[in-house]
């Protein structure tokens, strides 16, 4: 292969790959499908103001990127994604996940990394709390972090 190509192929490549990735996830993040992004502090790392303390453990601290998603209620094939945030590398598991309404939410995939959950079509309490269950491959520790789902009413 010509060496001047190389290059500009590489770069081409390289924009390709980000254009996908981007589209991807701006589609994933403003349709059916809403992604959490999990940040977790250990007891013994300084945590940024806005990181809420656990549900049930002691000294860990976490943060949902976002805080919240909405739903509107007409939309179909809703689900969830919760993930880990980039920067934890692979400390944490993720161990189950519970909702306040379980008739309404059905478990699509869980990894270790990634927990996906389905919400019901039909109509759901306008928030929905879940509870989920992380590991500390470090210490042992199992921990609770809990987000929000709002269902928005029509006016």
Request: glycine share 4%; charged share 25%.
């Amino acid at each position: 292969m010509n060496k001047s190509l190389i290059k500009p192929l590489l770069l081409l490549w390289s924009l390709s790959i980000l254009l996908v990735t981007h589209g991807t996830l701006a589609n994933n993040q403003s349709g059916n499908i809403k992604v959490f992004s999990l940040s977790v502090f250990s007891p013994d790392e300084i945590a940024p103001i806005d990181a809420k303390p656990v549900e049930v453990g002691e000294g860990y601290r976490y943060r949902y990127n976002p805080e919240s998603h909405n739903f509107d209620p007409q939309q179909t094939q809703r689900e969830i994604v919760f993930e880990f945030a980039a920067e934890l590398d692979e400390r944490y598991e993720f161990r189950w996940i519970t909702a306040d309404q379980p008739q309404h939410v059905s478990l699509v995939d869980k990894q270790s990394d990634k927990i996906t959950v389905a919400l019901d079509d039909g109509e759901i309490a306008p928030l929905t709390y879940f509870e989920v269950w992380v590991y500390d491959t470090q210490t042992g520790e199992v921990f609770m972090c809990d987000p929000v789902i709002v269902i928005r009413r029509p006016k």
